[in-house]
Nanobody
Framework: QVHLVESGGGSVQSGGSLRLSCVAS????????ITWFRQTPGKEREGVAT???????SYADAAKGRFTISRDNAKNTYYLQMNSLKPEDTATYYC???????????????????????WGQGTQVTVSS
């Protein structure tokens, strides 16, 4: 099982940017998806962006055009670059791994949190207006 640790959260004003990082350790399998989820109190955890082991990516509508998911293989790190942040982006952000899987990113993003078997501890993002 892979161990995930997120960092990079913080407080920014509306229109600002943040880059979240997720460092993976342990064995991730050759085929996998890494998804950034977010959650606010009283709401279900929702997928924001996914990258698969073939470097395909997929985004939720709320993230398209503003967020970018990427990875640095040398550092075993996955990133979520968030630009043009809005107050409604305020949430705890988690990275999660679905491994092993043969699903492409666009299918992984549609999967619910229960399909993911490794989670980080979360990092808080607060966007003020």
């Amino acid at each position: 099982q892979v161990h995930l640790v997120e960092s990079g959260g913080g407080s920014v004003q509306s229109g600002g940017s943040l880059r979240l990082s997720c460092v993976a350790s342990g064995y991730l399998f050759a085929s996998y998806c890494i998804t950034w989820f977010r959650q606010t109190p009283g709401k279900e955890r929702e997928g924001v962006a996914t990258i698969d082991s073939d470097d395909s990516t997929s985004y939720a509508d709320a993230a398209k055009g503003r967020f970018t998911i990427s990875r640095d293989n040398a550092k075993n790190t996955y990133y979520l670059q968030m630009n043009s942040l809005k107050p409604e982006d305020t949430a705890t952000y988690y990275c999660a791994a679905n491994a092993p899987t043969t699903l492409e990113a666009r299918h992984c993003l549609l999967q619910g949190p229960n399909e993911y078997n490794s989670w980080g501890q979360g990092t808080q993002v607060t966007v003020s207006s």
